[in-house]
DNA sequence: GTCTATACAAAGATAGAC
DNA sequence: GTCTATCTTTGTATAGAC
């Protein structure tokens, strides 16, 4: 049987992404992965924490390793290629799912410990992401100069969590399509070559 | 003394901002804001649910008249108003405050009709939002054109939730003045007259 | 390692005295 | 209307049999 360590992440991600981490429960994560009660502390002892922090790491992983094959080189392609990248994201959004790193940064308990590793987590997450798509807009012998090329990740990586939020609230993808034709018209705007 | 019920509203949305709609407790208004135990059900017969939806409504409100306040015309000028009045938001984000609206997308039970109508809600007033920013950038007799207005008006309300979460997440606000420098330079390629 | 059973705390929700 | 006290449920955490 697949690793139940290991199914019981997974589990963890899919609640977090629709319930955020204090909305979230043991027993959510139990029911979807199949685990027995007692199954938590033997694998995770440091509790919701360590399970919750661990769920954060893997998706990271996964959404940095989805950016690093979007293609590099002219602003107007990368920013076209990320919008038609995340587009299935927001359209989890519009029915409860989501970004499960924006769901972490909204804790239960702003003084815990353990609750500000989670936010530093966070914080790492995103900028691992914005490093990413600098680096596809600012390759090796061309693209946009560094800063520039980082301040325009990060605004992707605004959008994005952005519009997982209005999506969210909206219940359609009509944030998202809005915010993205935008950015095509801006960024032709700045980079076009006519 | 204060309108009890009118001091509850308001420790909501702080509650709201700090810790999110699940991460909320009726433990934390009560505290800050003076009430008794029982005074919740007195005022609020539908619960937890119609204390939430007062709160968002009220915030909502607040946030709106805020950005009628902003100067019509010219987009350049649009936006860098926008970016400026919402900065102090911003700042709260980054110690762990910010948007009660982003807070009550991410609801505890997605079955419930209860946060059904939260979720509605919360599309309602970015909606609000968004349209009060379109009025600015195509007043009558001037500015873009309706669709591009609502296009840029809606973009805008994403980078500020977006900025919210990840300001959240850095606990520092140079996610937000990397978007912000990053919009005002894609705006002048744009809208620029030179 | 996996499972059942349970302890303990905190949440939302009510009842009723004043 | 305001307050105290309490009910019920749910959640995290743990113990211990197999």
Redesign the interface.
Known sequence: MADTRSRMIDATIRALQ??????MSFTDVLRDSGAARGAIYHHFPGGKAQLVTEAAVRNGEDVRAALATLPAGDPQVVVAAFLDAVRPVLVASTT?GGCA???I??????QGRDDLAL??S??R???SWARILADRLAPAGGGLPPDEA???A??L??????????C????TLE??E??A???I???A??YGTR
């Open positions: 629709r319930r955020g981490v204090a909305g409860g790193i924006a769901a940064t909204v804790r239960a308990d702003e936010q530093e966070a914080g997450i995103f900028s980082s301040d325009l990060t605004t990586i605004t959008l994005l969590e952005g519009a997982h939020v209005l969210r609230a909206a219940g944030p998202f809005k915010a034709r935008t950015a018209a801006l960024t705007a700045r």
